[in-house]
């Protein structure tokens, strides 16, 4: 049996980046070779398909767990068909050695999801997978998902080892791993005392509310719950973080819900996450590969308390939105 060679180098490249970057996308390199003619009767020639390189992550600036954010701890690699898994692997987290063997003469994509705790191996189409809800677990390890273009290969001459096919002149096919979460940080929390007696203006919890636990691949599902941090566990970069997944209804919006004493009064704000509308550049609601940082000033005039919100979109692209937040009545 002769071999065409389908080289799926797996490389994490380290980018710089502007420090208010949630995370570099994350790009993996499929290389691919040929050789040019095989008699007409080689019928049945294959192809050898190979994940093999290197890992590689830069870290993160963002205020939550930047170790935990950039981790690439394994993979699922999915060979597609047409719309039938042509081959599956979970826990993929040695990328030396992996080699498929597929037929010439058709057409084939590969998907990787990165960081999930789902099994493939028994999925027969492509609906399946894509049909998968991910949960609460594949959140907190920030899973990630990236797909290739579709390719094919025509009958060559191939090779007679797969060794020998590493060695062929390769074409790159770009795999970008893109996170399916967002996160909403409390960054900073301020206040001023302008007029009256002094009072002491202290925060004592965050709320994400209608926080989204589920997901697929390519569309939003929703189940949600709420999500408390106290002051015991406010953090050192970020009074709170929390991990989402996207979510646009408008009946269950994603808000910030802000606990702080005034003296011994208790004041409460909620605040929805980049509420439609107000940044105007297409930017709605919670969105995946977003991190949405919150500045909170309190001022404080004699008995009436004043809030102010300004919210950062911060996308992949490295773009800074700032929208300034009413408070949910």
């Not at 767990?65 to 987290?93: H, I, P, R």
């Not at 998968?132 to 920030?142: E, I, K, P, Q, W």
């Amino acid at each position: 049996m002769r071999f065409l060679n389908v080289l799926l180098a797996v490389s994490l490249f380290l980018v710089a980046a502007v420090s208010c970057s949630m995370e570099d996308d994350m790009l993996i390199v499929a290389s691919t070779s040929e050789a040019a003619t095989v008699s007409a009767d080689d019928t049945q020639l294959y192809v050898s398909f190979n994940v093999s390189g290197e890992m590689a992550t830069r870290a993160s600036s963002s205020s939550w767990d930047g170790e935990k954010m950039d981790t690439f701890e394994n993979a699922s690699v999915v060979v597609l068909e047409g719309n039938n898994v042509f081959f599956a692997k979970d826990n993929v987290t040695d990328f030396t050695s992996l080699n498929v063997l597929v037929k010439t003469g058709r057409t084939y994509q590969v998907y990787v999801i990165a960081n999930t705790t789902i099994s493939f191996a028994s999925m027969t189409t492509k609906d399946q997978v894509e049909d998968v809800v991910y949960g609460a677990a594949d959140l907190s390890n920030m899973v990630k998902f990236g797909k290739s273009k579709e390719f094919s290969f025509n009958k060559g001459q191939g090779f007679e080892t797969i060794a020998d096919a590493k060695n062929g002149n390769v074409e790159t096919i770009a795999i970008v791993l893109k996170q399916l979460t967002a996160q909403v940080e409390l960054v900073e929390f301020n206040s001023t005392i302008t007029e009256g007696k002094e009072a002491t203006v202290a925060l004592t919890s965050v709320e994400l509310i209608n926080k989204n636990t589920t997901r697929k691949l390519n569309e939003t599902v929703s189940s949600f719950t709420n999500e408390v941090v106290t002051a015991a566990d406010f953090g050192k970069d970020a009074y709170a973080s929390f991990v989402t997944y996207p979510n646009a209804d408008t009946s269950n919006l994603t808000s910030l819900k802000l606990t702080f004493n005034v003296g011994e009064r208790e004041e409460v704000r909620t605040y929805t996450i980049n509420p439609n509308g107000l940044t105007g550049i297409g930017h709605n609601y919670v969105e995946a590969g977003n991190i949405y940082q919150l500045y909170v000033s309190v001022k404080v005039v004699g008995d009436k308390v004043e809030c102010s919100v300004k919210c950062y979109t911060l996308d992949w692209q490295y773009n800074e939105f700032e929208t300034t937040l009413v408070e949910v009545q």
